[in-house]
């Protein structure tokens, strides 16, 4: 590949001297520089609205509520309080415990589901993506309302099963609780795991599995030693579109997990609201993120493990 | 692509069983919503009573909902605007030139993607707090913003990778001007993905709860008025009705959008040598 060469400059035309025209030239000469031209309103933006106030949020974290005002002095007693009332730290474990059911559950249905799209569908590949994308893109809110009614305890499955004689009273379990989050969750998410699997799986080189086929190895075999480690990047990459939104979320423990189905999401909601207690509700995200980076690099070390161990 | 099937014989088989259930497990439960917005009662239970219009009757003499819808509508379409602006840009930047630092940069733009929209919310309203900005539409186009830009730029990504740089050399070579070169050349190759990209900007926006929530002034959305009327149980069913609106609008509008672009992408594709 050559490099590219600027336009051949007019000889007999004096050079254009100055700062602008120095910037023009270089803008000209340098991919780097015309590149991060265009990106520089998106990442001043970004840094503007998402890196500072993420950063803000962090020396909040230190700082504490005093009644209406906030006192400025640099603090750990945020981080005390979490550590010291162990009814902070049961709900954030909870609600990984949640999220990572949520994030397993709904991994393992997208497969199969990423793995029809990417090797049996041949013809009509683009109505089985739009099918598969066009629900997630809808509102999540309506999504989760839905559970709601459906789980309610005159809702639609208590009422239509006592309609049709199944059962004489209502269920009451089937709502408000962990489970009903897990499901309300695995179904409002389920869209977003097909995708990067479904890209890793369209990557794989199919002569690879020609080969494994001519080699003698059986369907399984083939599955575990090609097609399963070539889809790990999707496979990753589709967990932690999951897991870490999932995480955070407070629509739908507030709307179908009830109290036992609480999770911190709905805790750092209130210290923003009603609670009022803005730098409690700062620490208590701040350690919210952390953790789920801790579990993130967990969840990276143990999969590299895992495929070291099968290459 | 190699036309090698990897399952000899049965084509469809019980993988393909599975995908149709998987798909009524995605699509079955959000059709109660309609399906009980036309229903005659103001239980959400079966079973149904009647055929009714009541609901959406309602819909029309419900105060804020009409101010609501119009917040949302003039939100969405700014949002659309600036985030498909940004995207293209940034996907150009990636896509067009070589630059030191290409993956972090990536990375750091599609963020928002994986921090908890929460946390978003909540920096977002601390910064907006302390610096005196107040709460009101612009801080929640602001977080709009933030959670579109990443989508509208790999959507145009996906159009604009294995673009042709040869002809935009070319419209050059032959005497256009870089303005030119742009409206003749890079916009109407550009052209399915920028319109796929403010359609699904706008519906990020028009959806979008969480941000919205820790966000809104004393004007709201739709989706906060949503959630607002969840508390009294004699409005459910017409918050049915709107969902039932909310989600038919959603779903014709992504379907085509992701219809454009994806046809888009195929043309391209099958097209190349």
Redesign the interface.
């Known amino acids: 590949m050559t490099d590219r060469v600027a336009p051949a400059p007019d000889l007999f035309a004096p050079a254009p001297r100055g700062p602008i025209a120095w910037f023009r030239r270089a803008l000209m000469r340098s991919?780097?520089v015309?590149?991060?031209?265009?990106?520089s309103?998106?990442?001043l933006?970004?840094i503007l609205?998402?890196a500072?106030?993420?950063l803000?949020?962090v020396v909040?974290s230190f700082w504490t509520q005093n009644y209406v005002d906030i006192d400025k002095t640099f603090t750990l007693a945020n981080y005390a309080k979490f550590f010291e009332r162990s009814a902070y730290s049961y709900l954030l474990g909870k609600s990984v415990l949640i999220s990572g059911s949520v994030t397993l559950i709904t991994v393992l249905?997208a497969y199969?589901?990423a793995?029809?799209?990417a090797?049996?569908v041949?013809k009509h590949k683009?109505i089985?993506?739009?099918?598969?994308?066009?629900?997630f893109?809808?509102?999540?809110?309506?999504?989760v309302?839905?559970?709601k009614?459906?789980l309610?305890y005159?809702?639609?499955i208590?009422?239509?099963l006592?309609?049709i004689g199944w059962i004489v009273e209502p269920l009451a379990f089937l709502l408000y609780n962990p489970f009903a989050v897990v499901l309300t969750l695995a179904?409002a998410w389920?869209?977003f795991a097909i995708l990067p699997i479904y890209v890793s799986l369209e990557k794989i080189d199919?002569?690879l599995?020609?080969a494994a086929?001519d080699l003698g190895d059986g369907r399984i075999r083939?599955f575990i030693r090609i097609t399963l480690p070539l889809s790990m990047p999707g496979l990753i990459a589709a967990s932690?579109?999951v897991f870490?939104?999932t995480?955070?979320?407070?629509?739908t423990p507030n709307?179908v997990g009830g109290t036992s189905g609480t999770m911190i999401?709905n805790v750092?909601?209130s210290l923003?609201g009603r609670g009022n207690n803005?730098p409690f509700?700062?620490a208590l995200?701040i350690i919210?993120?952390i953790t789920?980076t801790g579990m993130i690099c967990l969840f990276l070390w143990g999969t590299r493990s895992f495929r070291r161990r099968v290459a | 692509m190699s036309s090698f099937n990897p399952v000899q014989g049965s084509r469809f088989g019980a993988l393909g069983v599975y995908a149709v259930l998987y798909l009524a497990f995605i699509y079955i439960p959000v059709m109660f919503l309609p399906l009980f917005s036309f229903n005659d009662s103001v239980f959400i239970a079966f079973p149904l009573t009647g055929f009714t219009l009541e609901w959406y009757r309602q819909l029309a003499d419900s105060p804020g909902l009409l101010e609501a819808l119009v917040n949302s509508i003039k939100l969405g379409c700014v949002v659309a605007v600036l985030a498909t602006i940004l995207g293209t840009f940034a996907a150009k930047a990636v896509t067009r030139y070589k630059i030191p630092g290409r993956g972090p940069v990536i990375t750091f733009i599609m963020l928002p993607l994986v921090i908890p929209g929460i946390i978003l919310g909540i920096a977002l309203l601390i910064i907006a707090n302390m610096t005196g900005l107040g709460l009101s539409l612009f801080t929640i186009g602001l977080g709009h913003l933030m959670v579109s830009t990443p989508f509208a730029m790999l959507v145009m990504v996906s159009r604009l990778e294995g673009f042709d740089k040869n002809l935009e050399e070319a419209s050059k070579d032959l005497g256009d001007n870089p303005w030119a070169t742009f409206w003749r050349v890079t916009f109407p190759l550009a052209l399915p993905g920028i319109v796929a990209s403010l359609l699904l900007s706008f519906t990020i926006s028009f959806d979008e709860f969480i941000l919205a929530f820790f966000l809104a002034g004393s004007e709201t959305t739709l989706p906060i008025y949503i959630w607002g009327q969840l508390r009294f149980p004699t409005r459910l069913p017409t918050v049915l009705a709107l969902g039932a609106c909310i989600l038919m609008i959603s779903f014709v509008v992504v379907t085509f959008a992701e219809w454009y672009r994806r046809r888009g992408v195929q043309l391209k594709t099958n097209s190349g040598v």
């Open positions: 991919e780097a015309s590149g991060y031209t265009l990106l309103p998106t990442l933006l970004l609205i998402m500072l106030p993420i803000l949020l909040f249905l199969p589901m793995y029809f799209i090797f049996r041949t683009l089985w993506l739009i099918l598969i994308t066009v629900p893109w809808t509102s999540y809110l309506l999504r309302f839905a559970w009614i459906i309610g005159n809702g639609v208590n009422s239509g006592m309609e179904h389920a869209a199919r002569s599995l020609e086929t083939r932690l579109l870490i939104p995480v955070g979320d407070f629509v709307l999401g750092i909601q923003f803005w509700g700062a995200s919210t993120m789920i």
